[in-house]
């Protein structure tokens, strides 16, 4: 079995890929996986290193550009979707996996096109531009919140869940005596108005800060202010640019402060850990503060929104939460119920049926 699978631009597209694309080939040790994205997404430093077959287009997303960059994108998707025909033809695909951003688009265009099968991957509560276009070609929708449904045709909708990569297990928060454990997720490339957000809450706070560790990662560009501004406060703290363990540093987390994305969302669930959000602000449909609504519904998790009063309130919350440990475990315990482990293999099985249906009759 040949498939094709496309995405990327950050983590919260590429990893999920990753994830469904190993979970085939383990499954079915016959079946052979490309991996397409951009090339000037997280993918072109993180595919490399993989040991995982891929190809890189040059194409760009159209939102936020000015008119004669929109244009230059427009004529990159006409000839990276070209290529992607092409690749679909050398390497004679049944099926190609579409998980969304713009890295996908050309290569879920030419699988249009070349009539070859479509499965289309949503991750968010509300659904991307893409996705949005291209769900009525598709076999099947597979959708990370059960919230997101409602945008497509009921027949071609799968609720899988998010596919992750990594075992996450739920474990206890530490009790009280114990030193808390607050991990900062701010994305795979970091997020500027978190970090400083983070660092004046706990100025704001720091009179109060007792028996306390901070893991907390910046992304490249803001690494070495956030670590200048721990000391600063003599706070005992491990600044990093990118955590490659995540599963680890959630298990070791007491609370968590972290952007919204879809996978950062599913993650901390999978993880049965307590969290404050802090969702991105500028995306047109608001699709993190969407996220980060399904987890307050249900108690897991309280929003802090991105806005002139961030470090006000965001310490005003760390002050009421941590000085209530049964409140954490609480909001952990309701975390783990609202997702449920194995995406990857429910959205494999779901890509073997369209590809071999007589195999799942018999």
Known sequence: MNVIIAGGGTGGHLFPAVAVGQEMMRERPDTRVLFVGASAGLEAKWLPQSGLRYEL????????????????????????????????????????????????????????????????LEQNTRPGLTNRLFWRFARKVCVGFADVARYFGPAKVSVTGNPVRSNFGSREPSEAGQPVQILVLGGSSGAHRLNLGVLNAFKIWRNNVINLRIVHQTGEADVAMVRDGYDELALEAQATSFIEDVPAALAAASLVIARAGAMTVTEIALSGRPAVFVPYPFHRDLQQVHNARVMERAYAAIIVLDDDHLAQNLARELSALLADRARLREMGRRASAVVEPGAAGRIARICFDIVDPERKAA
Do not use: D, N
Not at 73 to 94: C, K, V
Not at 95 to 108: I, R
């Open 57 to 120: 287009f040059e194409v760009h997303g159209l939102r936020g550009h000015s008119l004669l960059e929109r244009v230059g994108a427009i004529g990159e998707f006409a000839r990276a979707t070209l290529a992607a025909r092409r690749l679909l033809h050398r390497e004679r695909a049944q099926l190609v996996v579409s998980v969304g951003g713009y890295a996908s688009a050309p290569m879920a265009v030419a699988s249009i096109l070349s009539r070859v099968p479509l499965v289309l």
